[in-house]
């Protein structure tokens, strides 16, 4: 009963204390309300949390902080508001009355104490996935060989922590693997606990951010003491970047429950003794975002970057997954491996599942490379619509002309394989689309970046030279937005502009840098329109045969290009 009383007073403090910091941190956003409605007009505004109080809250697109402003009390304030397309909350009006902020405490302390009765240890258990047995091993990963010559150590150290006491030697306590999503980095880990026999902790970095400061540090600790009590395992961190971002430099953006919650860990990492066999392995898509504190020494030191697979290991990986499946003669694994360049292991995995799906569908026993080939374009390009008739004959025409221009670039340029064209629309919002295999290789050359923008304004010179210039279409805007991302490249990354080869990103400046951009892009505009020019045999031909058969595959292609040049 002692024990009881005093929960209920601890919890009804903290409550209190929680309630007050709430309303003070209000103050150090207060926004006039003039300003706020400039906001809301500018479309500033993601949600308004309204109560019935003098001040509302409000939080911005660009932002996570709360702001104040004043109620406006105004009719109709939540229809103008929703109208805005702002998400509007009704919250509870807590008011600052002490007496509804301890009946509060009190129901929310009473609902604790008989969440805590019955669930007992039950919070902590749930909150973390615990996996004894993980049940994923080396074998099971294809590639990513370097990561794992790397991971072989942690395991000996999880294995023998005492060889490691005896001479004195310190082991990376805290690993972060870096990479594109999918490429395998959480298999990893589970693969050093497996190979390790030791339990293995798995939690979200965004699983410890939470709306109340402190629960986070605190779930932080309760993890570490669980993992703790078996001496020896794996505590798993996916995304760790949702508490280990770098800090805000401004007061204004600081996020104290994310501060505190990385503080914790890093207090939890330092306090591991020598004869611990405990590892904090984490997962991030991005290093350079992590906060320096913890990818010092001593904390998150060790650093693996798991890569997208080159072709020798996509080959690897698809052989892998396609192990205990029956599979027909015609499929070739190294093709596969060919045309899946820039794919994850995980997107292989999916690749794979979909053939069987389709295999499945079509009463086969087995996959064949026709599944595999739907299943590759669907992955890409979305499921073809299967309801196509709301494409007008003049749709089909500028699409067809628009994906001939690409096609049409990309053959006089030889930078590419053109696999498939066509000008069904996908669900994913395409028109259509020409698809590209490029040569898998480490270093793109400048002339490998220009004849990629030029690809890309085929699209648009094929309309602009058939339509006329007063008739090109809004089809290429994602062209024209990859090739500027190209282009800002170029300049600003890659150096490869004549008398500039400063990189503009660590000089943080781009005086007239627009210029250069639109220089380069009109250049290569123009020099795209007179390949088509010289190619509008090709163009006519090719655009005719998709408007007749709206896909062709790569020998059809190529079959129209050889015969028409
Ligand atoms: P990440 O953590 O990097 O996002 P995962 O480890 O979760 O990626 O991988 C997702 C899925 O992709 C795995 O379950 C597996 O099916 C597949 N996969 C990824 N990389 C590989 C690989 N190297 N070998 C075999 N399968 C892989």
Request: glycine residues 6%; charged residues 30%; contains cysteine.
């Amino acid at each position: 009963m002692k024990k009881i009383n005093y929960k209920i007073i601890g919890f009804v403090s903290l409550f209190i204390v929680l309630l007050l910091g709430v309303s003070l941190i209000d103050k150090d956003n207060y926004v006039p309300y003039i300003d706020f409605y400039e906001k809301v007009n500018n479309q500033n505004i993601d949600t308004i949390f309204y109560n019935n109080s003098d001040k509302i809250k409000f939080k911005q697109k660009d932002n996570d902080t709360v702001f104040t402003t004043d109620n406006p009390r105004k009719e109709n304030f939540k229809e103008e508001m929703l109208f805005k397309g702002i998400t509007f909350k009704e919250q509870i009006n807590v008011g600052n009355s002490l007496s509804a902020i301890l009946g509060i405490a009190l129901v929310g302390s009473i609902i604790f104490i008989v969440y805590k009765k019955t669930k007992k240890s039950a919070i902590t258990i749930k909150q973390f996935d615990i996996n004894d047995k993980t049940n994923i091993y080396f074998k099971d990963i294809a590639g990513n060989e370097e990561a794992k010559e790397n991971s072989k150590d942690i395991v000996d150290f999880l294995k023998y922590p005492e060889k490691y006491k005896k001479l004195n030697a310190r082991i990376p306590r805290g690993i972060i693997f870096y990479g594109e999503p999918g490429t395998g980095k959480t298999m990893m880990a589970r693969a050093i606990a497996s190979e390790a026999n030791v339990p293995f902790y798995s939690v979200c970095g965004s699983d410890f951010v939470e709306m109340y400061v402190g629960v986070g540090a605190s779930r932080v600790r309760s993890l570490f003491k669980k993992a703790r009590e078996h001496k020896k395992a794996v505590i798993f961190i996916d995304e760790i970047d949702a508490i280990g971002k770098k800090r805000a430099t401004s007061l204004q953006n600081t996020n104290e429950e994310r501060e505190q919650t990385l503080n914790a860990l890093l207090t939890e990492m330092s306090g591991f003794s020598k004869d611990e066999g405990i590892v904090v392995i984490a997962t991030t898509n991005r290093i350079d975002i992590l906060d320096d504190a913890l990818i010092r020494a001593g904390r998150f030191d060790r650093h693996i970057e798991i890569n997208l697979p080159d072709k020798v290991a996509r080959e690897k990986i698809i052989t892998l997954l396609l192990k205990d499946k029956k599979i027909d003669d015609n499929i070739n694994i190294e093709e596969i491996a060919k045309k899946t360049i820039y794919f994850s292991g995980a997107m292989l995995d999916a690749l794979i599942n979909e053939a069987s799906i389709m295999a499945i569908k079509d009463n086969n026993d087995k996959i064949n490379i026709n599944h595999i080939d739907k299943a590759y374009l669907k992955i890409i390009a979305g499921d073809e619509k299967k309801d196509k008739s709301f494409m007008t004959e003049q749709d089909k025409k500028i699409t067809a002309i628009h994906e001939a221009g690409h096609a049409v670039v990309t053959n006089a340029l030889n930078n590419a394989t053109i696999s498939k064209i066509s000008i069904i629309p996908t669900t994913k919002g395409a028109g259509g689309f020409c698809l590209n295999i490029f040569e898998d290789k480490l270093f793109q050359t400048k002339k490998d970046i220009e004849n990629q923008i030029m690809s890309l304004y085929g699209g648009r010179c094929a309309e602009e030279i058939i339509l006329g210039s007063e008739n090109i279409t809004t089809g290429a805007y994602n062209d024209i937005e990859k090739a500027t991302k190209l282009i800002i490249d170029y300049v600003s990354k890659y150096g490869m502009t004549d008398n500039n080869i400063l990189s503009h990103n660590i000089l943080k400046e781009n005086n007239n840098t627009l210029d250069i951009y639109k220089k380069i892009s009109l250049n290569l505009y123009e020099k795209t329109k007179n390949i088509l020019i010289e190619n509008i045999k090709n163009l006519e031909k090719l655009a005719n045969e998709l408007i007749e058969k709206e896909t062709l595959d790569e020998k059809q292609i190529y079959n129209i290009l050889k015969k028409c040049s």
